[in-house]
C-alpha cells in the first residue's frame, strides 16, 4: 500500500505552480484584478490563471471590503471547492474593516468566517503588493504552512458559530428558498 503522504513534498510544489483563481470580485480591489492577470504584471506566468467555477479554483482572492450578503456567497463559494484550497485577502477592509470599521453593514474581521492564508493590507494595495503576497502564499503552499482548508475542517464549529451568530441559523437554507418563487416565475415566463 503506497503511502501518500511521502509525496506530499512534491504535491505541493506542483500546487503552488499551478493555482487557479476564482473569478469572485469583492469591494474596491476588484478592479486591480484585470491588471494583474494582463501584459503589464501578468500573473499567468507563474502559472496563475482565472476561472469562473467555484469547482476548480484553489485560489480564492478577496479583494475588499465584505456585507453580510456578500459573505454568504463567499461563504457558499469556499465550501464548493475541493481541498486544497487557500484564501488570500488583500485591502485592509477583509482584515479590520479598514475605513468601513464604523459601518453596520461591513464584516470587520473575515477570518473569523473563513480561513486567511495571507492578508495584504493597504487600501488599495498596489498590484506589486499583490504579487508580494501570491510569492508568499507559494512559498507556505511549498512548505506546507499554508493550511487554511485544514483550519477550516478542524475548527468547523467554530466557523458555523460565527456565521450563524452574524446571518442567523439556517441562512442557507432561507437564501435557497429565496429563489424558488423566482424560480417557478421563470418556469412560468417559459411556458407563456
Ligand atoms: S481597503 Fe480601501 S480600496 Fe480596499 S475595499 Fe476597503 S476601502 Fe476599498
Known sequence: MVDWRLFEPLFNWARKKSLWIVSFCTGCGGIEMPPL????????????????????????????????KTLKRIII??????????????????????????????????????PVDVFIAGCMPRPEAVLDGIHKLMEMIES??????????????????????LLGKGWREKEARKWIPWLVDKKKEVKE
Not at 486544497?84 to 473575515?110: E, T
Not at 485544514?150 to 460565527?162: D, M, S, T
Open 37 to 68: 492577470m494582463t501584459s503589464r504584471y501578468d500573473i499567468e506566468r507563474f502559472g496563475i490563471i482565472p476561472d469562473p467555477s467555484p469547482r476548480q479554483y484553489d485560489l480564492f482572492l478577496i479583494t475588499g471590503y465584505v456585507t453580510p
Open 77 to 114: 463559494t469556499y465550501e464548493m471547492a475541493p481541498d486544497p484550497k487557500w484564501v488570500l485577502a488583500h485591502g485592509s477592509c477583509p482584515l479590520n474593516g479598514g475605513v468601513y470599521w464604523d459601518s453596520y453593514n461591513a464584516i470587520k474581521h473575515l477570518d473569523k468566517y473563513i
Open 144 to 165: 506546507g504552512e499554508a493550511d487554511g482548508w485544514k483550519r477550516y475542517r478542524e475548527n468547523y464549529e467554530w466557523y458555523r458559530k460565527n456565521q450563524d451568530e
